[in-house]
């Protein structure tokens, strides 16, 4: 709850707001209820009994979703707005219906603005007279019923259940999963197209002029020369192309999993690196994926802004936990807010149902713990159709 202030500042007037405005609101609210709902209920044995009291709980969730507005903007209640109803996905309109009949938040929503009536008259007869003859003590009065406001906004007008907050949770990190995916998928366009392929295009240049004077009959050092350039091309085609092939799955990895790919991501690094990874099998393709990418990206960071002289990885499991902790003794003052990178890996962490934490103080030493689930390796070709 927010502390009590006895000044009548902007949030005081704020709550007294609320509760004036609680009378008309409660009102509405009640005789909203007694209308259409009740009358749909009455009239359940005939045929319009059912759809109109489909329609009035819709309606129900709009009263609520206004409600949560109205808390957010006057008394500061953050409130997640619940999940709609996948009425695209149910079916024919019977089912529409009955999924729209049973659904407790709009019924939450109906129990909230019918005992709201008698707390709305309370609440306008206490608050109107306060302003004159209480003023005094009017901050102290208004915290005090908007914190019952609070309470009842949180109790009935909130997600249903833990099942409600965690569809949010996911539709948010599916949105993230995509958007990551479509950034590594640029990445990869743009790698390609800045380097081996311009290479391979001068490759393919170069020997065509070579072809060209070998059938002119003039194999002289010139040739030889377009020739060893060309050569030279596609080394460095083959080198980038290596490159970008580590970027998007290390061979290592696949091969020997993440010690050895960690290691050897640790030996690229300009600061000294201990490396110490103590599990006693794989975990999932995608775990190991982002587990090393995590590593990398971190000691990428250690290099360029640290300041550093020597760094750690740790990486064990914890029941159904993967753990990482990256730590070195630079300079500090690492946050999650100040760049793409730190708040890139939290948000793919996150979108695993993983943990990404930074501690970090000026002068430092800085420590970066992630921690993912734990889901056990599946052998190669599992789940696929076998080859007739």
């Known amino acids: 709850m927010p502390p009590v202030r006895p000044a009548l ?9 609320h509760l004036l405005a609680n009378l008309p609101m409660s009102l509405f609210g009640f005789v909203y209820v007694m209308t259409v709902l009740f009358t749909g209920a ?6 319009v009994g059912l759809p109109l009291l489909a329609l009035g709980l819709a309606g129900a969730r709009l009263v609520g979703r206004f409600e949560r507005g109205r808390a957010r903007l006057l008394l500061g209640v953050r409130i997640d707005e619940p999940s709609r109803l996948p009425l695209r996905r149910a079916g024919g309109p019977l089912a529409r219906m009955w999924l729209a009949l049973k659904d407790p938040v709009a019924w939450r929503t109906v129990l909230y603005d019918f005992v709201r009536l008698p707390w709305g008259i309370l609440t306008f007869t206490v608050v109107l007279p306060a302003l004159f003859v209480l003023w005094p003590v009017l901050p102290y009065i208004a915290r005090g019923l908007t914190n019952v406001d609070r309470a009842m906004v949180r109790a009935l007008l909130s997600p249903s259940d833990e099942l409600e907050r965690r569809i949010a949770e996911l539709e948010s990190d599916r949105g993230v999963v995509v958007d990551t995916a479509a950034a590594d998928l640029r990445r990869i366009e743009r790698d390609l197209h800045d380097g081996a392929q311009a290479r391979l295009v001068n490759l393919a240049m170069g020997l065509g002029l070579a072809k060209e004077k070998l059938q002119e009959g003039r194999a002289d050092d010139v040739v030889a020369a377009m020739v060893e350039e060309a050569h030279g091309e596609v080394k460095l085609a083959l080198q980038e192309l290596r490159d970008l092939a580590r970027g998007i799955h290390p061979a290592v990895l696949t091969d020997r999993g993440l010690d050895a ?8 690094c300009t600061v000294p690196v201990k490396v110490t990874v103590d599990l006693a099998s794989r975990p999932a393709q995608a775990i190991e994926g982002i587990a090393y990418f995590t590593v990398s990206e971190l000691l990428q960071n250690i290099s360029k802004h640290s300041g550093a002289r020597s760094a750690s990885v740790d990486v064990w499991r914890t029941d159904e936990r993967l753990l990482i902790q990256v730590g070195d003794d630079g300079r500090g003052g690492a946050r999650l807010d100040a760049g793409t990178g730190m708040r890139g ?7 695993v149902d993983g943990v990404f934490v930074v501690e970090s103080p000026v002068g430092g030493p800085t420590t970066v713990t992630a921690e993912l689930p734990w889901r056990e390796r599946q052998p190669e070709g599992w789940g696929k159709p076998p080859v007739p």
């Not at 500042?9 to 707001?17: G, S, Y």
């Not at 009455?42 to 045929?47: D, E, G, K, R």
């Not at 790919?261 to 690229?268: G, N, P």
């Open 9 to 17: 500042d902007v949030q005081t007037w704020k709550e007294i707001a």
């Open 261 to 268: 790919a960690l290691s050897a991501v640790a030996s690229r």
């Open 345 to 351: 890996l939290a948000e793919r962490l996150d979108a």
């Open 42 to 47: 009455s009239l359940t044995l005939t045929v």
